[in-house]
């Protein structure tokens, strides 16, 4: 991999592997949780003689919980990460994820404590969120500002690419233990050792966080405005979240609804066995995985607008024929693994192009704000609520199909959205200082000094 002549290549490599880790961390959990929901509905949600659906309706409430305060956390951290820096931020940031996570572990359930128990769940989920927040923006500074030029699609994509990893280690967490113990077990005590492994996982990450260096963005430009810019500053930066949250819903929506949400969905509504959900979930993530990196290289090729409207445009229109082949019993394991590795395929398309492309939407002194705030409101809106709206939709219509709808509507209106983005924004360097008045979308870009 070609790296810049201003960065020596340990630094920039130390940067990327810094910088996915902790995103590696975060989603390892989130997937876990996702995955685990049925055995937590019961342990933490259920009481005895409660409704087993009922319970899992709560689970995702207490899931979406987290993702709504991630908007809190990146609004937090990203003020911070902006103003005194990218390493010392994101430092703080693993030390709150990693406590947080491992604290799940060691819980106590709704028969040991009562009705203590979810609460005590949710506050930790609380605190999971703000870390998430504060993680997004600012690992995809980190990787961009130290990316070489014309590998800014590349670099980004690594963030999404370490999602995929997570989830699947998640998923394969999960699959493993499932298969190794008892049902009894499992349920019992088996679903606390993917929490735990999250306090080993964060130390490494640590060591390596104390090691990295600020990005030669942030050391150049720093936290410098003018006073009398600031009103018009908060005003395009206010648009630019909105209008990235937009550019990336779909892909929130999908992302959840495909590689979080269905191994319960498929439990629940098509009674498969738990063994079987998770296994069309590592396909699904394994597909996923393998279209990020070649998506963000190709964005830095022919620009992020073309291959974000392609993997919109095709989780939109085969939202519907992919469910209804996972719900047709006439279809054979081989078709249906295939069906789940395209829906994973399609997702990937956005995610490796999409942090590279929020980005590029602000300028170095508010990046890490911007575009965290961007990814955590798009997240708390279409992913938060995926889980909760599909379950409790197809408890209430007995729609089967409810999950194909709800994908498709976002990713439609996702494309709107990207419909806006600029074709060459690949091909200039990253925005160093903010541009008065108010930049339009069909301006040229300017290039840093």
């Known amino acids: 991999m070609r790296v810049s002549a201003s960065l020596p290549g340990p630094a920039t490599r130390r940067a990327l592997l810094a910088g996915s880790v902790g995103n590696f961390i975060e989603w390892y959990e989130f997937g876990v949780y996702g995955f685990f929901a049925t055995v937590i509905a019961a ?26 305060f991630r908007p809190i956390g990146a609004a937090v951290f990203g003020r911070v990460g902006d103003r005194i820096g990218r390493r010392p931020t994101l430092i703080l940031v693993l030390l709150l994820m990693t406590c ?17 128990a979810p609460w005590l769940l949710t506050l930790v989920r609380i605190l999971q969120g703000l870390s998430a927040g504060g993680e997004f923006g600012g690992a995809v500074s980190l990787m961009t500002e130290f990316a070489p030029p014309g590998r800014r699609g590349l670099y980004g994509a690594w963030q999404s690419f370490t999602v995929a990893l997570g989830l699947l280690a998640g998923a394969g967490t999960a699959a493993v233990l499932a298969t190794a113990l008892s049902e009894a077990a499992l349920n019992d005590w088996g679903w606390r050792l993917p929490f735990l492994l999250a306090l080993p996982l964060g130390l490494t990450a640590l060591w390596l966080r104390l090691r990295l260096e600020e990005t030669p963005s942030f050391r150049t430009t720093g936290a410098q405005a003018a006073p009398s810019e600031a009103g018009a500053t908060r005003r395009e930066t206010a648009g630019a979240i909105v209008l990235g949250a937009g550019r990336i819903m779909g892909w929130a929506a999908a992302g959840y ?12 509504t098509l009674d498969a066995t738990f063994q079987q959900a998770l296994i069309a979930t590592v396909v699904a993530n394994a597909g996923f995985a393998a279209a990020i990196l070649p998506a963000g290289l190709l964005s830095d090729r022919i620009g992020r607008r073309p291959v974000m409207l392609t993997g919109a445009a095709l989780v939109t229109v085969l939202a ?10 006439d279809s054979s394991a081989l078709v249906q693994g295939m069906a789940v590795l395209v829906a994973g395929a399609v997702v990937g398309l956005m995610a490796g192009p999409g942090p590279a492309m929020l980005a590029e939407m602000f300028p170095t002194r508010v990046r890490y704000t911007g575009l965290g705030l961007a990814y955590a409101l798009s997240n708390a809106v279409f992913s938060a609520c995926a889980g909760l709206i599909i379950t409790e939709a197809v408890k209430r219509t007995g729609e089967a ?17 990207l419909a806006t983005l600029r074709g060459d924004t690949h091909r200039g360097t990253l925005r160093e200082e903010e541009r008065h008045p108010p930049r339009d979308e069909t301006e040229e870009e300017t290039p840093c000094a």
């Open 43 to 68: 342990n933490f949600f259920t009481p005895e003689g409660g409704s087993a659906i009922e319970g899992l309706v709560k689970t995702y409430a207490s899931f979406g919980l987290a993702f709504f």
């Open 100 to 116: 947080a996570t491992t604290l799940i572990g060691v819980l106590p359930t709704y028969d040991t404590v009562g009705a203590a």
């Open 257 to 268: 609804t495909f590689l979080v949400v269905m191994p319960s969905y498929l439990q629940a």
């Open 320 to 329: 519907f024929p992919l469910l209804n082949i996972l719900q047709d019993p």
């Open 401 to 417: 199909d409810i999950p194909a709808y709800y994908v498709a509507a976002t990713g439609a209106l996702s494309l709107i959205a």
